[in-house]
């Protein structure tokens, strides 16, 4: 029993290693109206809904979408500040907008030459969107000019609970708290869940945060380096990671967060 214990302890400490702690300290408050809130972009604009009409934040504007005919927002990708994707699982379709809220696309996955029903929708690069059909059960890359695509993993064997994706990764945890991630060549790692039970978010490159209402750490994909992150007044709900600078969305009010120096 002792050899089992030692090789489980052997194993976590050669998968990952611990670095210095991060601080965060709260730089900005912004007071919105919202019910929603999706995330602040690299330019530091903030995105959020309310009663299902989309707004953008910015330093001295607020610009604002809706559409009636899909009704309710499931999911906005922000990634991009010049490529934003709202998602509207309901209708099975997606809208781009630029950076003025201006529509770009609007796409019809019913209406694609061999549909798609999809439940998740995200930014990846090179002209694609991730998504995960929920026909194939698989995770796959969509181009939304030519509207081909290509499903890049088997099927998924068990329910995506929490996902995260920026242009070079898809990562989740599923219904047993295990934790994956999808490259765009379709490579996928099966990693020990360093924090299970918890929320994840993915940053621009390889950094992840998974946290819930009591803790929040760091960790890095590459380097599978962990790291506790102590925030001041830290609230546990609706997380953004962007250039390693935090914010979270609550009490009608968007807090920004930075790291101690």
Sequence with gaps: MKNVIFSVL????????????????????????????YGT??????????????YKKTSDKIFSYQNVSLGKISSVDT?????????????????LLDNQFNEIKTINFNQLQEPLLLSLLGLSSQNELWF???????????????????????????????????????????????????NRFGVID????????????????DDVIFYDDLKM???????RQIQDIYVDNFLGK??????????????????TFQIKK
């Design 10 to 37: 052997l194993y976590f400490l050669i998968s990952f290693s611990w670095a210095q702690n991060l601080n965060y300290y709260q730089s900005n408050a912004v007071k919105v109206v919202a019910d929603t809130y």
């Design 41 to 54: 972009d690299v330019l530091g604009n903030y995105y959020y809904s309310n009663a299902s009409i989309l």
């Design 79 to 95: 990634l991009n500040p010049l490529l934003i994707v709202v998602f509207y699982a309901d209708f099975n379709s997606c809208v």
């Design 132 to 182: 995960f059909d929920t026909l194939q059960q698989k995770i796959g890359l969509l181009n939304y000019n030519t509207l081909s695509y290509r499903f890049i993993s088997n099927p998924i064997e068990n329910n995506i609970v929490h996902y995260a994706n920026n242009y070079n990764y898809f990562i989740w945890f599923d219904k047993l708290n295990k934790l994956h991630t999808l």
């Design 190 to 205: 099966n990693l020990e869940n360093p924090y299970p039970q918890s929320h994840i978010i993915l940053g621009n490159t």
């Design 217 to 223: 750490v760091y960790y890095n994909l590459q380097k």
């Design 238 to 255: 609706n997380l953004w990671l962007k250039n390693g600078i935090l914010s979270t969305f609550t009490n009608q009010e968007i807090l």
